[in-house]
Each structure stands twice: as C-alpha cells, then as structure tokens.
C-alpha cells in the first residue's frame, strides 16, 4: 500500500520523465520533496520574521559551529573531530539601543524534538525586545528545515546543549551583550535545554526560566507511546530504548541533574498540559527540593492553553510573561 501510494504521489508530483520510477526509486522522490519542502517552508517562515519585526528590531541571520557531529562521515580523510557542525541562529537587536552600551541577552531556545524556530514566538520575541533585550534564537542540530543530514545528526538531551550554548558564546564574542547578563528561556523541549544548559554551564547564565519543561524523558517515553520511543530510538537518534539504555537516558533528563543548580531559575507548568504531563514537572520539582536548591515555581491550575498557556495572547498568558521579566530583571538587574 505505502509502494503505490508513492507511485502515486510521484506520478502526479513529478517530472514526465520520472514517473516511470520503480516503487523503491519513487520512495526516495518522494522523501526528496519532503525535505525540498521543508526547506521551502523554513525559507518563506524566515521571510516574516523581518516583515513581523524590523519596525522594533534589527533583524539577522547568523551561521556559527557547534560541537562535531560524531555520525558524520569521514571524507578526504577529515575526521568528525576535525569538522565542527554549522549552526544557524537568529538575531535580533533593539533599534532604539542605546550606542556603546552592552545589552542583556536571552538565548531562546525553540521546542520539539524535530523542529524549529518560527513566527510562532514573535510577539515573545518583540516583547523581549521592546523590554532592552538581545535575543538570540540557535536552530540546534535536529531542527527542520535544513535538509536530512541535518534532521539526522539529532542528539537530544546531549550536542544540542552545546550548540545553544555555542550560540550564546558566539553573541558575547560578536554582539554588543553584556556576558555578565546572560539568561536562558525556554518551553516544552527548550526548558530541557535550558536547565541541561545551566546544570552543565552555571557560568554562563545569570538566570533561567523554564516552562512546561521536559523534565525526565524515561518517565516521558512511557506515558507518550511507542511512535515516540521509536523517534528516541531510530539508529540516527540515540538508537536504543529507555530500558536498554536507562543511564544514557537518565544522563539526558533534567530531574537525574538537579544536584547541578548553581543559576537562579523559575518553572511554570499547568494541570493541564497535554504535552508534557505536570507529573514530569512535579517530579523536577519535588527533586529540586530534595536537593535543597533555591528556586521559583508556579503550577497553574488548568490554564487556558495547556501547553501553549503563557505562549499565546489570553490576558492570563500576558500576566504570566510579565512575571517571567520581572524575575529576568531582577537576576540580570
């Protein structure tokens, strides 16, 4: 069934000339164009991001390398080791800054196990900006819109700490940021990134606010279901399941890493999230307790938008960014 259907596909999608493809040649056309239009989209999503912003930010588009890519391959005898991963990242400058004076910087990390940062976050990101902040916004190996080798070299939970934090080294070497000011924001996978990040480099991060965050991808794989554990589990990924793996998976999740804390840190989750579970937050927070650390919660009771509850416009997501910058202000003063 899935041979004819991408006959079919490739019979109405493609070049006379390739519709006389056998089924397992039609089969990679087919996957071509998922990745063309992935590209596509990811391309046209960019577009906006100058149209939505340019009035209160100055707008760009950045390339930096992260760590090596281990499932590279070796070509004219140039290891991986050799070759750092190009990393792509926004940037965005408030217009009315003031000359010579060094800004405070959040590094924004996007969401989801595959994909990127889109127009999703803009009216986040113009708030940031009126507020006197450099934003920046790494696409981190596994993001979409980069083409499969891209999507393939995912490391979740491990390499894509280090190219955010590469991204955030990269803006105290090329932008006018204060590396004394420097917080991390994140949601839903970002949060994972965002505490992996302070629990792994405390000196690099004054503040960090994680929201609706991954917290314990053992616990996460098990209520989610098998499609989940299979992306987890996929060779290109980390190739083995929580219970042939429970070290490695522990290693990745924040809860087994919360003895690290050193960075004042505020999490927001809700009842009714039905993405990551308030369980997973309850037990980063019940661990960070044990722990003895100092930190900020809030659990809301069945906000308007689960997941996305403090992401959209209600007056109540409003409210609750509002105390994200004011704890943002008090930490990077």
């Known amino acids: 069934m899935r041979c004819r259907l991408a006959a079919f596909l490739c019979a109405a999608l493609l ?34 991001w100058f149209q939505r912003l340019s009035d209160v930010a ?20 140039i290891k991986n080791e050799r070759h750092p991963l190009k990393i792509q990242q926004y940037v965005f400058l408030p217009r009315k800054a003031e000359k010579g004076r060094k800004l405070p910087l959040i590094v924004l990390p996007h969401g989801g196990v595959h994909a990127d940062f889109t127009t999703y976050h803009a009216h986040i990101v113009r708030e940031m900006v009126a507020r006197g902040y450099a934003v920046i916004a790494p696409d981190y190996r596994g993001s979409t819109g980069y083409g499969r080798g891209f999507y393939e070299a995912i490391d979740y939970g491990g390499l894509e700490i280090g190219d955010v934090v590469a991204g955030r080294d990269w803006a105290v070497e090329h ?22 990040a302070v629990f792994d480099h405390p000196g690099k991060f004054a503040a960090c606010y994680a929201g609706v965050p991954v917290s314990d991808l053992i616990t996460r794989l098990g ?42 840190l505020l999490v927001h989750t809700t009842t009714n ?61």
């Open 175 to 196: 932008l006018p940021v204060d590396p004394a000011r420097c917080a991390i924001v994140g949601w839903s996978h970002g949060g994972l990134i965002a505490l992996m």
């Open 273 to 333: 999230d039905r993405d990551v579970n308030v369980v997973e937050v309850e037990q980063l927070i019940t661990a960070l307790k044990a722990a003895g650390k100092p930190f900020e919660h809030r659990i809301y009771q069945d906000a308007p938008g689960g997941h996305s509850f403090n992401r959209i416009d209600t007056t109540l997501a409003q409210e609750s960014r509002k105390e994200i910058y004011a704890f943002l202000e008090k930490h990077l003063k």
């Open 223 to 264: 209520y989610l279901g098998s499609d989940y554990v299979a992306e987890f589990s996929a060779t290109y990924h980390l190739g083995k399941e929580p219970k042939d793996a429970v070290d490695e998976y522990r290693r990745r999740s924040p809860v087994w890493n919360v003895h690290k804390l050193r960075t004042p």
């Open 58 to 77: 100055v707008v760009d588009k950045v390339t930096y390398t992260g760590p090596p890519n281990p499932k590279g391959e070796e070509t004219y005898g």
């Open 15 to 48: 070049p006379l000339g390739a519709q006389t493809a056998s089924p397992d040649a039609a089969l990679k056309q087919v996957e071509g164009l998922r990745w063309e239009l992935d590209s596509l989209r990811k391309a046209a999503d960019d577009q906006l």
